[in-house]
């Protein structure tokens, strides 16, 4: 009897992980990059850069917004502490749009998103003038493609070292 | 340059038939009109004369060619098969056969010739209405020979206008921005040409990138956004001299840039603090105006003809709608209420409408609206298209459009489209590269 309902859980718990595996071959691409992306919000490290050892270089937006998520936070908190540490730098703060809006007020909206990582840099006591801002719009994507995944990689503000 | 040429225009005879051809350029013509161009004639010394000076064999078929090629891509016309036509255009330019040139089914007959005259091209046409038998307009233009292809365009718009009773658009030019390499890496150029696509030139050479460039109401000057040394800013070009200037002094990035209707100012976006507003400069005083002020992302500002107001994109509401407001920027009313985006309004130069650049549901439409927003009419539906600019008569839309990638990233390109009001006639303009940001000219002569 005891046996029995053993052997009954262990078939369900089998047939539900070929259904699963089944599932997770058919889908492969969109568990892929539901693996690089929270919302529409790119999360992967692919094209990210580093301005020293675990100070990433950029953070990203979902579409059509600024406001910094969680993760973006901590990448600009590191940033400051970086600049902290080195007051001789100067930084721009180049903000992106991805291709999927009209082209002016794309470049509006990536002077919005470094603007964003601007303001946020300064709450952590870095002096506006060693921050400054340029916004390319849509006119400089990282990545070519036409789909969702590329699109989150290229709603972008990089922060670059100015001298 | 092309200078403002000088072309001496005289009417031949003057009459004035009531015409009997009429074409209704309201509506979506799906049947075009049928007509004839005849090839100018041409006397075989006058012909000697311009293969010397010009390189071309027959300069009255050259000039025949851009009408029917005018005419044709306008949509409204159906020029007919020149091998169909029974008599010689010497002889047709005096007195049309009218039964031969009815018998292939022409409503309308153009006929003309060419002379060589003191160092000058004179050429005179005729409109023929083939059904009442009648001649509808006679013209004679004498110009430098370097002219023959505006003169091959000023006759198109006579046709144009005497047939469809409103102002035609084919002595104009396009200015827009030449797109090569890759999508990552664009290097992109201020470029101009004909509004057939001949004469096509660089303005610029690619060292900065360049963005949006509009002519002012002359067709002389050029306002757009140049990246050069890394400051994105509003640049004034003179494009018969090549000078260049800054738009203002800014304390960051200013874009969106196009002229009020009098050519006088210039009216703009700079952004500030994740903030756009709109400003405008007087050219001649150099004084800067604030229009908005709001926390909001304000631009793509247009003027309507009468310079009493701007419309522009806002996102004030959350999302990019398009507003209207009064030149000094009181009384702004939101007047796109559709689902979707809206973006890119632009005024007509008829006053009666805005065009628009809308998204929705991923998908880029190029439309129009009344300017309070009503009777919202959407034109054409791609992956991805915006910016449209109208013909200086207000009946056609320049705009681009870019190909989606494949799954590698690979296959972008943009090229520029037009497509007439009435949503028919949608087609592509060639250019030697890829190319965005079209701005049409207005009317070169009157």
């Known amino acids: ?163 | 340059m092309t200078k403002k040429i000088l072309i001496l225009l005289f009417i031949l005879i003057p009459i004035n038939v009531n015409a009997l051809i009429e074409v209704d350029i309201t509506r979506g013509n799906l049947n075009p009109l049928p007509l004839a161009v005849s090839p100018l004639s041409i006397d075989e010394e006058s012909r000697k004369d311009f293969e010397k000076i010009l390189k071309k064999e027959n300069i009255g078929s050259e000039i025949s060619n851009i009408v029917e090629n005018n005419l044709r891509t306008s949509g409204l016309f159906n020029p007919l098969d020149k091998k169909a036509f029974l008599q010689a255009p010497d002889i047709a330019n005096l007195k049309p056969r009218f039964e031969d040139w009815n018998l292939i089914k022409a409503q309308a007959l153009i006929t003309g010739k060419v002379n060589y005259v003191e160092d000058k091209l004179r050429v005179e046409f005729r409109l023929w209405d083939i059904l009442a038998a009648k001649e509808m307009m006679a013209l004679a233009f004498t110009t430098v020979p370097n002219n023959w292809r505006r003169v091959g365009h000023i006759i198109s718009d006579k046709v144009y206008e005497r047939l469809t009773g409103e102002k035609g658009y084919f002595d104009t030019r396009i200015i827009y921005v030449s797109e090569e390499g890759p999508k990552t890496q664009r290097i992109k150029k201020l470029a101009i040409m004909d509004q057939d696509g001949a004469n096509n030139k660089f303005l610029t050479l690619g060292n900065e990138l360049v963005l949006t460039p509009r002519f002012n109401p002359a067709s002389q000057m050029v306002t757009y956004l140049s990246y050069f040394k890394n400051m994105p800013r509003v640049y004034l070009l003179d494009i018969e001299t090549g000078t260049q200037e800054v738009v203002g002094d800014f304390p960051g990035m200013t874009f969106a840039p196009r002229f009020s209707p009098d050519g006088k100012k210039i009216i703009m976006s700079f952004a500030k603090d994740g903030k756009s507003d709109i400003y405008t400069m007087d050219l001649e005083n150099r004084i800067v105006e604030k229009i908005t002020n709001h926390p909001s992302i304000d631009t793509s500002p247009s003027y309507s003809p009468d310079g009493k107001y701007i419309t522009f994109n806002s996102d004030r509401s959350g999302y990019q709608q398009i507003y209207v407001m009064k030149k000094d920027g009181t009384d702004i009313k939101r007047i796109s209420f559709g689902n979707g985006l809206y973006g890119t309004p632009v005024w007509s130069p008829r006053g009666d409408l805005i065009a628009f650049t809308k998204l929705h549901k991923g998908k880029f439409y190029i439309g129009v609206m009344r300017t309070d927003g009503s009777g919202e009419r959407l034109l054409t539906e791609n992956y991805y298209q915006e910016a449209p600019s109208w013909s200086p008569n207000g009946r056609v839309l320049i705009f681009y459009r870019e190909t989606k990638t494949n799954s590698k990233g690979e296959g972008f390109s943009a090229k520029l489209w037009s497509i007439d009001l009435t949503g028919y006639n949608e087609r592509q303009i060639k250019t030697p590269t890829d190319a965005s940001d079209p701005s049409w000219s207005s009317l070169l002569s009157n």
């Open chain 1, 1 to 163: 009897m005891r046996l029995n309902k053993i052997l009954k859980n262990t078939l369900l718990v089998l047939t539900a992980c070929l259904v699963l595996s089944a599932c997770a071959t058919k889908k492969e691409v969109a568990t892929d990059i539901q693996g690089q992306m929270q919302g529409d919000v790119y999360t992967g490290t692919d094209t990210v850069e580093y301005l020293a050892d675990g100070v990433p270089d950029r953070v990203f937006f979902a579409t059509n917004e600024s406001i910094l998520t969680t993760a973006s936070r901590e990448t600009l908190r590191a940033q400051a502490a970086w600049l902290r540490k080195n007051p001789s730098i100067n930084v721009v703060l180049e903000g992106h749009a991805d291709e999927r809006g009209t082209r002016e007020y794309n470049l509006a909206l990536g002077e919005r998103r470094a603007n964003a990582a601007k303001d946020y840099l300064m709450t952590y006591g870095i002096s506006s003038d060693r921050i400054s801002v340029l916004s390319y719009g849509k006119e400089r994507p990282v990545d070519s493609g036409s789909n969702p995944l590329a699109w989150s990689k290229n709603r972008r503000s990089v922060t670059v070292k100015a001298n």
